[in-house]
T-cell receptor, first 111, second 114 residues
């Protein structure tokens, strides 16, 4: 079992709809959770982080964390074609100060 | 402000050749990292340097060596390249080791080993 798992996609979403991405992790000791966006051929960039159970909103993005069920989600509201990218979930591992990345979910927003 | 700069951006090697990937950051960050990215595998940590003068192994260190030359520069060396090291390599930095999740990445170096 991979430490951080994501559906590879592609997740096809109509413009203006909500894109929902999920990520599960295996280490119950993980405390920090991050979402990175990576456009094709480019480097990852941090878009959200969450440390506590519940929701955290930043503009059109909402991160949701449920430590009991060991999953973290990312919602993208009012999806735009410019949101088409691969979204990487990252979690701190057992060693604490290092990130473990999932394989990423590719999102396609169709006009 | 350049951020994190990697060189070279593209490289083709023959099996057994050696090379060094260079990375420099101008954000006055203390911590630096080398990741590799393979299709479907996500990013995997090769080595990291929590602060100047220290380096530690990550998830996939075999076949690589690193040098933290100074606070700005962190290089990755392949002593004897193998086809399994064909990948995209990303250097990243963070303000300090406590900010390990808030990474700033370079543009990547695409390496092909024949």
């Amino acid at each position: 079992q991979k430490e951080v798992e994501q559906n590879s996609g592609p997740l096809s979403v109509p413009e203006g709809a909500i894109a929902s991405l999920n990520c599960t992790y295996s280490d119950r000791g993980s405390q920090s959770f991050f979402w990175y966006r990576q456009y094709s051929g480019k480097s990852p960039e941090l878009i959200m982080f969450i440390y506590s159970n519940g929701d955290k909103e930043d503009g059109r993005f909402t991160a949701q964390l449920n430590k009991a069920s060991q999953y973290v989600s990312l919602l993208i509201r009012d999806s735009q074609p410019s949101d088409s990218a691969t979204y990487l979930c990252a979690v701190n591992g057992a060693a604490g100060n290092k990130l473990t990345f999932g394989g990423g979910t590719r999102v396609l927003v169709k006009p | 402000n350049a951020g994190v700069t990697q060189t070279p951006k593209f490289q083709v090697l023959k099996t057994g050749q050696s090379m060094t990937l260079q990375c420099a950051q101008d954000m006055n960050h203390n911590s630096m990292y080398w990741y590799r990215q393979d299709p479907g595998m996500g990013l995997r940590l090769i080595y990291y340097s929590a602060s100047e003068g220290t380096t530690d192994k990550g998830e996939v260190p075999n076949g690589y060596n690193v040098s933290r030359l100074n606070k700005r520069e962190f290089s990755l060396r392949l002593e004897s390249a193998a086809p399994s090291q064909t990948s995209v390599y990303f250097c990243a930095s963070s303000r300090d080791s406590a900010s390990f999740g808030e990474l700033f990445f370079g543009e990547g170096s695409r390496l092909t080993v024949l």
